[in-house]
């Protein structure tokens, strides 16, 4: 099993959908959490860190839940400028270990 | 304030040449990883890196790489005799401490001809 898994996607939704993405981690050790975004070609960005009492920036809500072992990220009204790939990392003794991202595109 | 700086961005080596590829940390960061990544596939951790100290260095491949993050100077990460295969991007990240937020630096892609 990975120790980060994510659905690789591609998620294909209009502007101003709501769309959600799930990750699990398999070690329950598991320390701190966030969520990066990485557009084509280019490095990985730090969008938001996860805590267990849920975490809210603008359009983008994430979540954890520590008894499931997975978190999630919501996107309210989505902007063609949100299309890009999502990376869910957890930190685990010294390493970020990252899934593989999920794809996300908005359309007009 | 510079974020995690990287050079070269772009590498072009022959095979079995070398290949040195540099980051500098955020200012007052001590925590310095190497991730690779090939085209559309995900991250994958090479090495971890405090002042002077490899803490882990599980995902480097056995022979031909090797890292270091002297006390002074950007971090290095070295790759000997190089392949086709090794072609990918390479990207730095650094945090102010374990467990906390990473930083990433544009990346070096490296290409083997």
């Known amino acids: 099993r990975k120790e980060v898994e994510q659905d690789p996607g591609p998620f294909n939704v209009p502007e101003g959908a709501t769309v959600a993405f799930n990750c699990t981690y398999s070690?329950?050790?598991?320390?701190?959490f966030f969520w990066y975004r990485q557009d084509c070609r280019k490095e990985p960005k730090l969008l938001m860190s996860?805590?267990?009492s849920g975490n809210e920036d603008g359009r983008f809500t994430a979540q954890l839940n520590r008894a499931s072992q997975y978190i999630s990220l919501l996107i309210r009204d989505s902007k063609l400028s949100d299309s890009a790939t999502y990376l869910c990392?957890?930190?685990?003794?010294?390493?970020?270990?990252f899934g593989t991202g999920t794809r996300l595109q908005v359309f007009p | 304030n510079a974020g995690v700086m990287q050079n070269p961005r772009h590498l072009v080596r022959r095979r079995g040449q070398e290949a040195r590829l540099r980051c500098s940390p955020v200012?007052?960061?001590?925590?310095v990883y190497w991730y690779r990544q090939l085209p559309e596939e995900g991250l994958k951790f090479m090495v971890y890196?405090?002042?002077?100290?490899?803490?882990?260095e599980s995902g480097m491949p056995k022979e031909r790489f090797s890292a270091e993050f002297p006390k002074e100077g950007p971090s290095i990460l070295r790759i000997q005799q190089v392949v086709r295969g090794d072609s990918a991007a390479y990207f730095c990240?650094?945090?102010?401490?374990?467990?906390?937020?990473?930083?990433f630096g544009q990346g070096t892609r490296l290409t083997v001809v």
């Open positions: 996860v805590y267990s």
């Open positions: 070690n329950s050790a598991s320390q701190s």
């Open positions: 200012k007052g960061h001590s925590h």
């Open positions: 890196l405090q002042k002077e100290n490899i803490i882990d």
């Open positions: 990392v957890v930190t685990y003794t010294d390493k970020l270990i």
């Open positions: 990240a650094s945090a102010r401490a374990l467990s906390t937020e990473a930083f």
